[in-house]
């Protein structure tokens, strides 16, 4: 994976398509998906594990019955390009949280982003009562 011009190497993250819809929309004022995404876990960030725990659903499908899906996770692929400061703060979250980025980043975007929040509408989804 190539630098990129601040450094350090781009992450990826897989959201749903109704999370990118969101998020493109508050890029259209021209933020990028980077600075979104720092301003949602800024937004969160004194509850960030309640915020992760509490997206732990299942797809409901026979197949998908013992997955653990959280929400705002997808097929899509964003990029977030962090600067240094910037990734080594990400890294000490996901040591705190015990995940990794692409498990707990879709659900603080989903927490924070305005629009209809996963699993609004989405009969698919099944989110247990007790996690």
């Known amino acids: 994976m190539a630098l990129w011009e601040g450094g350090t190497e781009p ?51 026979p197949h998908a ?12 692929q964003v990029r977030i390009r962090p600067d240094a400061e910037q990734a080594a703060l990400l890294a ?7 995940a990794p980025i692409t498990t707990w980043l879709p659900p603080v975007l989903n927490a924070h982003l305005p629009g209809r929040v996963e699993p609004e509408n989405m009969p698919w989804i099944v989110q247990d009562e007790q996690r």
């Open 11 to 61: 992450w990826t993250v897989f959201v749903s398509d109704a999370l990118q819809s969101r998020l493109d929309a508050c890029c259209a004022d021209g933020r990028t998906a980077t600075a979104v995404a720092f301003e949602a876990i800024e937004a969160v960030h004194d509850r960030l594990p309640d915020v992760v725990r509490g997206a732990q659903a299942r797809l409901r499908s």
């Open 65 to 76: 019955r013992d997955e653990v899906h959280y929400l705002g996770s997808g097929p899509v």
């Open 92 to 98: 000490r979250w996901s040591e705190e949280l015990g």
